[in-house]
């Protein structure tokens, strides 16, 4: 697909999933390459530190635990939002298991997390308004530097965003805060334990 051209910008190539897929089975991405598709941009996704991947790792079996049957907790997984987007977030939870999903991506999720060291801008910005037009009620982001979680919830249409939604709702909650996944009423998750220890 080729991007409608900008007067005094080069036109710029962009790719569909099913094209990002097919460089990827011809091996044009190293193999210790991170990539994720974006409105059909290619972006390379930042390096993972251990900090990066512990706090994934505790934020999926405390998401497991709230969520419990009927419930899938994703790592690192892509999600098909579309023909131009396969973000691949830190974690998110999509409804029923992971036999459900062997021959396809999940298209939607449930809730959806970034661990937001160095990418901070781009997880508010661009990945807030990608999972806000693919309608998905909840977004966290685990912002590390500021030792908060960003919870965004309730998406609409927005004209003056990018992809034209955004999240209605954000609230940012400190360690001694406690929160509650929409889609687990009964479940009370203490922010401490969802970010990197102090």
């Known amino acids: 697909m080729v991007a409608e051209p900008v007067p005094g910008l080069p036109?710029?190539?962009?790719?569909?999933?099913?094209?990002?897929?097919?460089?990827?089975?011809?091996?044009?991405f190293a193999p210790d390459e991170r990539v994720e598709l974006i409105e059909g941009e290619i972006v390379e996704m930042a390096p993972q530190g251990p900090e990066h991947a512990s706090t994934a790792d505790a934020l999926r079996d405390r998401l497991a635990a709230a969520f419990g049957p009927g419930y899938c907790i994703r790592s690192h997984a892509p999600l098909a939002l579309g023909q131009a987007s396969d973000p691949e977030p830190d974690v998110a939870v999509v409804l029923g298991s992971h036999r459900d999903y062997a021959h396809a991506?999940?298209?939607t999720a449930i809730l959806?997390?970034?661990?937001?060291?160095?990418?901070?801008?781009?997880?508010?910005?661009?990945?807030?308004?990608?999972?806000?037009?693919?309608?998905?009620?909840e977004y966290w982001i685990v912002n590390v530097e500021r030792s908060l979680l960003e919870v965004h919830?309730?998406?609409?249409?927005?004209?003056?965003?990018?992809?034209?939604?955004?999240?209605?709702?954000?609230?940012?909650?400190?360690?001694?805060?406690?929160?509650?996944?929409?889609?687990?009423?009964?479940?009370?998750?203490?922010?401490?334990?969802?970010?990197?220890?102090?």
């Open 11 to 28: 036109k710029r190539r962009l790719w569909t999933r099913q094209q990002y897929y097919r460089m990827a089975e011809l091996g044009l």
């Open 105 to 107: 991506h999940p298209t």
């Open 112 to 137: 959806v997390v970034e661990v937001s060291q160095s990418t901070l801008v781009f997880d508010r910005g661009t990945k807030a308004a990608l999972y806000a037009a693919a309608r998905i009620p």
């Open 153 to 198: 919830r309730d998406p609409q249409a927005d004209p003056s965003a990018p992809l034209g939604a955004s999240y209605a709702s954000v609230m940012r909650l400190g360690r001694a805060a406690t929160v509650t996944p929409l889609a687990a009423p009964r479940a009370v998750l203490r922010v401490d334990d969802l970010l990197p220890p102090a």
